[in-house]
């Protein structure tokens, strides 16, 4: 299993609106696109100061359900122009990460 990490930036005041992209628009072209070896999407919040960091935490079985969802390029980030627009900033590139170890309530 491989972990695809990303960071996004927002004031304050668009923390909502962002939010609600990713889960109505971007979530939707994701699911879309129907990609074999796709298992989730976690979004993570805190406020810093004056702007809202987001995480996006996606799970793939391979290197190559990743390259199904991000082409060949597969470490360029996935932004659609409805998030860009109310992201401050954000990582132009993706960190993956290959899963070792898991640990969960028994």
Same mark, same amino acid.
């Given at each position: 299993?491989?972990?695809?990490?990303?960071?996004?930036?927002?004031?304050?005041?668009?923390?909502?609106?962002?939010?609600?992209?990713?889960?109505?628009?971007?979530?939707? !072209?994701?699911?879309? /696109?129907?990609?074999?070896?796709?298992?989730?999407? #976690?979004? *993570?919040? %805190?406020?810093?100061?004056?702007?809202?960091?987001?995480?996006?935490?996606?799970?793939?079985?391979?290197?190559?359900?990743?390259?199904?969802?991000?082409? !060949?390029?597969?470490? /360029?980030?996935?932004?659609?122009?409805?998030?860009? #627009?109310? *992201?401050? %900033?954000?990582?132009?590139?993706?960190?993956?990460?290959?899963?070792?170890?898991?640990?969960?309530?028994?």
């Amino acid at each position: 299993m491989i972990s695809r990490i990303w960071h996004g930036y927002t004031s304050l005041e668009n923390a909502e609106s962002y939010e609600n992209t990713l889960k109505s628009e971007v979530m939707a !072209e994701i699911a879309g /696109k129907e990609i074999e070896g796709f298992h989730e999407l #976690k979004l *993570l919040r %805190r406020p810093m100061g004056d702007e809202v960091e987001f995480v996006t935490i996606m799970r793939f079985d391979s290197l190559e359900a990743i390259k199904t969802f991000a082409g !060949e390029d597969y470490e /360029k980030a996935f932004v659609p122009a409805a998030a860009q #627009k109310v *992201l401050k %900033r954000f990582d132009e590139r993706v960190k993956h990460y290959e899963e070792q170890y898991e640990y969960g309530a028994i």
